[in-house]
């Protein structure tokens, strides 16, 4: 068993080509014995994004604070505190925070990501 506070976990900059002002936390992974999915705590600071992508696996995305854009092939949607969304396998998707205040999201991902 894992028990920790999200705030106190461990964030690092996202450093993917095509990233501004982002950090990403792993809050469960299978380092902590998670076997199928892991837990990914994102910042995006004001006028921060992640790159534009895409992949064979799903996001499924919950907000935890601030607001901000979900690009999905094309399509712009807001998201704001308590959204939850589902980014499908091959969607090219972008996280933008065009907003003021920094935008907290959970992204829960295969750890079998093909």
Known sequence: ???????EVKSEPVTEEGAKGTTIAWALSEKDGAPN???R???VQPGGYTPLHSHSWEHEIFVIAGEGILSDEGEEYRLRAGDIAL?????E???RNDGN?????ICLV???RR
Do not use: A, D, G, T
């Open 41 to 43: 705590i994102f910042k």
């Open 101 to 105: 205040q920094i935008w907290e999201f």
């Open 1 to 7: 068993m894992k028990l920790v506070n999200y705030r």
């Open 37 to 39: 999915f892991s837990m």
């Open 93 to 95: 998707h972008q996280f």
């Open 110 to 112: 295969p750890n079998e």
């Open 87 to 91: 980014v499908s396998p091959q969607e």
